[in-house]
């Protein structure tokens, strides 16, 4: 199934509410601040919107044009402080090993969810193997010029006196949203699954987790055919239901379970929300 290529105002409407809320949280909280708690949820909200922006643009789903796919990428990908052709990069070698041994997300899936930040370390070696990486000499000068603009603003907010303000309020941040991204996008739909096409990424039918995570509980329907944008996923799903069913995706309707046993890879009892 072939997705759109043309420009997708959602995402890009995505990206400008992640900024509005990001920032304009920030000059709320410095000109007429409110409870820290919501602040810092506001912010943790403005991350979470960034991951599907980023994704959508290593996908290449936000436009025809190769450049904009990449300013909006590396716009989108700025609040995790992380570099987007690097990411871009580690992204699709998922895709390609998906759940095999050397797959860079695997790290997610061995062991509880709850471990997960102990685990990060594993990465280490597989970012190591950067030196036989695709990237271009200027993709390579871009995401150098990541991190050095997030130390320049974090310099700026010592300087200005604001610097425990933006770590509240952008550093924390991005560590709660990581944590969270990492439940509903890496392990959620990967625990305990195979390394198969079909049967290596589960659907989460669940009708009030959808809006929450911005459709990505229906995840294998990204697998299978990336260039559908994020705000398709459930629309595809109901009319590939008997494909997905005929090929074996996981397809569950609960989000507590446990998802080390093994999974349920039929289900004929489906009932389309």
């Known amino acids: 199934m072939a997705g759109s290529r043309r420009t997708d105002w959602l995402t890009l409407l995505t990206l400008v509410a992640m900024y509005v809320l990001l920032v304009g949280n920030l000059v709320l909280y410095w000109r007429h601040p409110l409870s820290l708690a919501l602040h810092m949820f506001v912010s943790t909200v403005a991350v979470h919107l960034a991951f599907t922006v980023w994704h959508e643009a290593v996908h290449r789903n936000v436009s025809r044009r190769a450049?904009?796919?990449?300013?909006?990428?590396?716009?989108?990908?700025?609040?995790?402080?992380?570099?987007?052709?690097?990411?871009?990069?580690?992204h699709l070698q998922h895709h390609v090993r998906l759940n095999e041994p050397d797959d860079p997300n695997r790290l997610y899936v061995d062991g509880p969810f709850w471990q997960i930040p102990l685990r990060y370390a594993r990465?280490?070696?597989?970012?190591?193997?950067?030196?036989?990486?695709?990237?271009?000499?200027?993709?390579?000068?871009?995401?150098?010029?990541?991190?050095?603009?997030?130390?320049?603003?974090?310099?700026?907010?010592?300087?200005?006196?604001?610097?425990?303000?933006?770590?509240?309020?952008?550093?924390?941040?991005?560590?709660?949203?990581?944590?969270?991204?990492?439940?509903?996008?890496?392990?959620?739909?990967?625990?305990g699954l195979p390394a198969d096409r079909f049967r290596g990424t589960r659907i989460v039918a669940v009708p009030w987790l959808t809006p929450l995570v911005l459709g990505h509980n229906?995840?294998?329907?990204?697998?299978?055919?990336?260039?559908?944008?994020?705000?398709?996923?459930?629309?595809?799903?109901?009319?590939?239901?008997?494909?997905?069913?005929?090929?074996?995706?996981?397809?569950?309707?609960?989000?507590?379970?446990?998802?080390?046993?093994?999974?349920?890879?039929?289900?004929?009892?489906a009932v389309v929300d």
């Not at 450049?67 to 580690?90: D, H, S, T």
């Not at 944590?179 to 509903?184: E, K, L, Q, V």
């Not at 590939?240 to 009892?269: C, M, Q, W």
């Open 67 to 90: 450049w904009i796919n990449n300013a909006v990428g590396m716009a989108g990908i700025l609040p995790y402080m992380f570099p987007y052709f690097m990411q871009r990069w580690v």
């Open 123 to 191: 990465a280490v070696p597989f970012l190591r193997k950067l030196s036989d990486d695709p990237r271009t000499r200027a993709e390579k000068v871009a995401d150098a010029l990541l991190p050095c603009t997030v130390l320049a603003l974090y310099a700026l907010a010592w300087r200005g006196g604001v610097l425990g303000d933006l770590l509240l309020l952008w550093f924390v941040p991005v560590v709660l949203a990581k944590i969270i991204m990492d439940w509903y996008i890496n392990y959620l739909p990967h625990a």
């Open 218 to 269: 229906y995840h294998a329907i990204h697998h299978l055919w990336p260039p559908i944008p994020w705000h398709r996923y459930r629309a595809v799903f109901n009319e590939k239901l008997d494909y997905l069913r005929k090929n074996g995706v996981p397809i569950e309707y609960s989000v507590i379970r446990d998802r080390t046993r093994p999974a349920e890879f039929v289900r004929h009892d």
